[in-house]
Structure formats: structure tokens, C-alpha cells
């Protein structure tokens, strides 16, 4: 990367000036807007007037030459304040247009796209950019318009190379992991992405006190923004994560795998609450797609071959730590969300049905919080005892307390599914197998205790009454930029609701997802009962009593009326399991559905005459109802 203050060789303080100009009075121009007036100009040479009235004159192709690392100059030479935010969003929305408009005209097309020189100065500002934003300290501002311009410039930055280096996701990935300095762009694009993270933390906290903002619908709409520019930001990494030469080469940073960084970004994620706006369903889908999405990162990196994540992760214990506060979160979570709650009761379209998902996920926090400063040790399991016993109050909740659902429905990702992806990832490795043994089998205990008729329309059945719905976000880099900038020039409330975003459904079928769903089920149950000598760290049958001690604490708890749940477990199970023999191939190979017949042999060998006697009464009565 060349020098910081270095300005172009032909550059003066004239046509610096000009440059300013030019920014000023062309970044509210589309692409086709500056095509028309180029083919209505001579030799690319503009003419329109400055802000104070005078004539100017912009040769397009200087413009197109200068403006990248002209911007370069700005970011490190000036103070980083409102003012420079506004300007370099302004001249990011330039380039957009001008690389967009570039295929178009042969000489701008030459300079942007074909220039190695130009194309690695746009590598350089994307480059500065993100490491000015990354560290920037939010605490002073959180109530001011800069979240809005931090994230809209962290997205914008990223996209700018979709449009000067390559239009597709292999090529943009190889050119980045090709570059001497892609651990800094690395380091940098995750820790920019977490700033606005917290910046959107503390608005859906409710206590930002902005009054550009202080209109409900306002309001809403402006996190409404600051989520979408978070989901590009977020979107962009995983379209990186998915290109094998860049998660390959992402698995080797020390900082952001060996240390941890990635689980910080997720932890910051993950721990998204909502204290206001909880009726808002495009908020609390947004926050649901963020999450699904830090777990889609997750999952990739633990795809690379070259070394494995989770060896990483586990080689220090600050990362360890972490890691296994993000296993028990998004379990729990998962579970709570979708798999235990009565199907009568909750639709996936409820809103308070994620609401009640972010509410546990801050109960976990203060273990997230631990694991960052190597105190994970000094909780006591009584805390994870209490969060489990509240997904399990849950469970139980009023129906008349779920609010009703909203006529608009938004896509919330797959969250539940690849938390459960996550599940079976860390239930099979060994360094993580005794901890989800130890905190998700309560878990695993709920889902097996629900009644027969719900288990199977949520376990056994190709329709299930609930899914999930995927979607991509397509977004416009310049129409984002213009939302937040023309509200400045506006004496109205800051109105940033059209910010030009749309999302283009993504939906897997739904009978794939169910059998997803059930084959990971039974992929988790199958890595925690499955012991190998020598190589499973814990003694034969940890999971098997686990599972059985977490029945034995549960049945007492039971009312009269509901101590048949006794001997569902064993009906559930030997309904799972011949669910899983239809499932193989290919959702299932023969080990796993061998292993769950296995465990299920097990636990029924271990049933109390009192239990079995529970069951054959509940069987009797199922055949008379069918």
C-alpha cells in the first residue's frame, strides 16, 4: 500500500479543490444521470456550478483517476469527525456510480477496471477506510447521526470492491487473499462490523436520545437502516466465507481465530436484546437474520480443511472459553425459538416468539462477558441451571400473553437450523463434547417430553407447521449512501425508511428442511452416545445417564395430570427413530440411525417398572383415539 499522505503526482491544491467540487456536486448523481450529462458533454468535460454560485468545470476521466486515492488522503490526514463521515460516504457514492457507469465508456472503464495502479488504490482506501472505522470509539456518539454514517460507510466500503475489482465472489476472494496485507483487511472489516454492532445495541436498548429521532416512526425506521447496513456489512463477510481460498486463508489469522475475534463478533451478535421496539417485526426479523448469518460464518470456518477451527479455538483459553458460551448459547436458543414451543400456541410469524429468544439470550450474556476476560470458571453451574429453568418456564407460558401476529411477515433466516448445525459440529468434536453433554441435554430432555402428537407433527412429518424463511439482502450501495445524506439536507425528522434495499427469498423446500432438521436431531444424540476408546476424553455412557438424570429430576416436577409424560419419552423416541431409518440416505448415514437405536435400547433397559407401566397406559390410550 503506498504512503498515507501521498497525493497524486499531478495533483495541486487547484484541482484538489476541484476534487472537493466534484464530490459535492456529483455524488447525488446516478449512474444514468452521469451517463446522460457525459454524452451530452464535450471531451468528458462537465459543467455545473458549486455551492457558492461559481462555474466549475470536471474532466470525468481526472475525476475517475484522482478521486481514490484523493479519498485515501482524506481519511488519514483529516480529524475524524461528523463532517469527514459526510464527505467520504459522499465520495464512496461517487465511486459506486462511476464504477457502475464505467463498463459503459470505454476511457472510464480503461481507468477504473483495467488500471492495476487505480485498482490497487481502490484496495487502499477500502483498506484505510476500514481500519479508521475500526477504531473508532462509539461511546460519545451512540446518540448522533454517526452510527448511521459508520455503518453505511463500513457497507459501502466493502461493496466498492463488487464493483472496481470483480463482480464475483471467487474473484473478489482471490484477489483479497493475494494481497500482503489481507490479515489487516481481515482484522479490520470484523472489528468495523463490530462497532456498528454495539452501535445498534444500544438503539434497540431504547436509549439513544437523538431527537432527529425522537418520532416513533422515525425511530423505527432509522434502526430499521442501521440493521440493514449491519446485514450488508455481515452478508458481505459470509459471501467471503463461502469462497474456500478465503476462509482457508481467514482459519490462519491468529487475531481473529486463534485469539478469538470471530466469536467476539459472534458473542456481539448473538447478545442483540431488544428492551424497545419488540413490536416492530421487520426489527426483530433484522436482529434474526444477524444472527443466522454470524452462525453461517461459524459454520464455514469450521468447513476449512487446511486446519481445523475448532483446534484454534481450543488452542487458547480465552477462545475456549468463548467458544463454549457460544455452543451453550445458540442451543438453548435454538431450541427455545421453534422446537420446544407448543405448535398450538406459537406460530414461527409471532413476533414475540423471537422476542422471547432475544430475552434468553441476554439472560447468557453475563456468561459471554465472563468468557472474554478467562472467568467462565468462576460462574457457578447454578447460573446455567437458572437460564435453563427459564426456556423451560417458557415452554409453559400463558398463550394469552403471545401478542398477536403481525400482518406483515419478514424473513427471519435459518437461525434455528444452523444453530443446530452448530450443535452437531461441536457434539462431535472432542474438545467441546463434555460441555454440550453437561448443558444441552436438558434441552434434549424438553423436546423428548412433549407430548406424542407434537413431537411428531415437529420431529416426524415432511410438513411441518413451522419453518424458517431465507433471504438475500440485494443491496444498493448508492441509494443506502443517499438515504442517510439527504436527511441532512432536510429540516424534517431524519426519515431513512425507503433505504432502497429489498431481499430476494432464498427458501429451501420445505420437506428438506424438515428432514435437515430431524437428521440433526439425531446426528447430536448420536455424536454425544457414541464413545470411541482412547479418543473420547469422558467415560462410556456420560451422555446416557445425563439424559437419564435429567428425566429423573424432571418427573417429580410434573403435575398428576401430566406424569403420562413419563413414558412419552420412550414413544418419542422409538417415533424418531423410525423416522430416521426413512431418512437414510441422504439425510442420514446407517452409523448415526444405529447409534440412536442404541441409546434408545439403553434408556429403555434403564426404565423403573413404574415408567414402563406409564407408557403401556399411554399407549393403550393412543390406540383407542387412533
Not at 467520504?88 to 459506486?96: D, E, M, S
Not at 432509522?222 to 459471501?239: D, H, I, P
Not at 463478533?265 to 421496539?277: D, E, G, R
Request: proline share 3%; hydrophobic share 40%; with cysteine.
Amino acid at each position: 500500500m503506498r504512503d498515507a499522505g501521498e497525493e497524486p503526482s499531478s495533483s495541486t491544491g487547484h484541482q484538489s479543490i476541484d476534487i472537493i467540487s466534484a464530490v459535492k456536486e456529483l455524488h447525488g448523481l446516478s449512474s444514468l444521470e452521469l451517463n446522460k450529462l457525459i454524452r451530452e458533454s464535450e471531451n468528458n468535460i462537465l459543467h455545473t456550478f458549486s455551492e457558492s454560485g461559481s462555474s466549475i468545470q470536471i474532466d470525468v476521466e481526472k475525476l475517475a483517476r484522482y478521486l481514490p486515492l484523493h479519498l485515501v488522503a482524506k481519511v488519514t490526514l483529516s480529524e475524524r469527525d461528523e463532517a469527514l463521515f459526510r464527505y467520504l460516504l459522499c465520495g464512496v457514492r461517487l465511486l459506486h456510480s462511476l464504477c457502475d457507469l464505467a463498463p459503459r465508456h470505454s476511457k472510464l472503464e480503461q481507468i477504473l477496471l483495467d488500471d492495476v495502479k487505480v485498482s490497487e488504490q481502490f484496495l487502499d482506501l477500502v483498506f484505510y477506510l476500514l481500519i479508521v472505522l475500526s477504531n473508532y470509539r462509539q461511546e460519545h456518539h451512540a446518540s448522533s447521526p454517526i452510527p448511521l454514517l459508520h455503518s453505511a460507510l463500513v457497507a459501502c466500503s466493502l461493496y466498492l470492491l463488487t464493483g472496481s475489482i470483480a463482480s464475483q465472489w471467487q474473484d473478489i476472494a482471490s484477489v483479497l487473499v493475494a494481497h500482503r496485507k489481507v490479515d489487516i483487511f481481515m482484522d479490520a472489516a470484523f472489528a468495523a462490523l463490530c462497532v456498528d454492532i454495539k452501535f445498534l445495541q444500544f438503539r434497540l436498548s431504547g436509549q439513544c436520545t437523538d431527537l432527529r429521532t425522537k418520532s416513533s416512526g422515525n425511530a423505527e425506521g432509522t434502526l430499521n437502516y442501521l440493521c440493514q447496513q449491519c446485514e450488508a456489512s455481515l452478508q458481505f463477510l459470509q459471501s467471503l466465507c463461502q469462497q474456500k481460498s478465503f476462509r482457508e486463508r481467514l482459519v490462519k489469522n491468529k487475531d481473529l481465530c486463534g485469539e478469538g475475534g470471530v466469536l467476539l463478533l459472534a458473542q456481539a451478535i448473538l447478545n442483540l436484546t431488544m428492551t424497545s421496539f419488540q413490536e416492530s417485526s421487520s426489527v426483530v426479523a433484522a436482529v434474526s437474520r444477524l444472527k443466522s448469518r454470524i452462525l453461517s460464518i461459524l459454520l464455514y470456518l469450521c468447513e476449512a480443511e487446511s486446519i481445523s477451527y475448532l483446534d484454534e479455538v481450543a488452542s487458547t483459553s480465552r477462545s475456549m472459553n468463548l467458544a463454549k458460551s457460544v455452543a451453550l448459547e445458540v442451543g438453548p436458543e435454538d431450541i427455545m425459538l421453534c422446537f420446544v414451543f407448543r405448535n398450538r400456541y406459537y406460530s414461527c410469524r409471532s413476533i414475540m416468539d423471537v422476542v422471547c429468544m432475544v430475552t434468553f439470550v441476554q439472560m447468557l450474556s453475563c456468561i459471554m462477558e465472563a468468557a472474554l476476560t478467562d472467568k467462565l470458571a468462576c460462574f457457578n453451574t447454578n447460573v446455567m441451571v437458572q437460564v435453563l429453568d427459564l426456556l423451560k418456564r417458557m415452554v409453559v407460558r400463558d398463550p394469552k400473553q403471545i401478542n398477536a401476529c403481525s400482518d406483515k411477515t419478514y424473513p427471519t433466516g435459518l437461525l434455528q437450523l444452523n444453530a443446530m448445525r452448530l450443535a452437531d459440529i461441536f457434539s462431535d468434536d472432542s474438545n467441546f463434547r463434555s460441555y454440550i453433554t453437561i448443558y444441552f441435554t436438558d434441552v434434549l430432555t424438553a423436546i423428548f417430553t412433549l407430548p406424542h402428537r407434537e413431537f411428531l407433527s415437529s420431529w416426524c412429518s415432511s410438513d411441518l407447521p413451522i419453518w424458517e424463511e431465507d433471504a438475500t439482502l440485494e443491496y444498493d450501495s448508492f441509494v443506502a449512501a443517499g438515504c442517510v445524506l439527504d436527511s441532512f439536507t432536510s429540516s424534517d425528522l431524519l426519515n431513512v425508511t425507503n433505504s432502497g434495499s429489498i431481499f430476494i427469498p432464498s427458501n429451501m423446500p420445505r420437506a428438506s428442511y424438515a428432514h435437515q432438521r430431524a437428521s440433526l436431531l439425531v446426528k447430536v444424540i448420536a455424536n454425544l452416545h457414541c464413545y470411541v476408546p482412547g479418543i473420547c476424553k469422558e467415560e462410556e455412557d456420560v451422555f446416557l445417564k445425563k439424559f437419564r438424570e435429567c428425566l429423573q429430576r424432571e418427573l417429580p416436577k410434573l403435575s398428576a395430570s401430566d406424569a403420562e409424560k413419563a413414558g412419552i419419552v420412550t414413544r418419542n423416541l422409538r417415533s424418531l427413530l423410525s423416522h430416521a431409518e426413512s431418512l437414510t440416505p441422504p439425510y442420514l448415514n446407517e452409523e448415526d440411525v444405529h447409534l440412536l437405536r442404541v441409546f434408545f435400547m439403553r434408556l429403555e433397559s434403564l426404565m423403573t417398572p413404574a415408567e414402563f407401566e406409564v407408557n403401556r397406559v399411554q399407549v393403550n390410550l393412543s390406540s383407542s383415539i387412533y
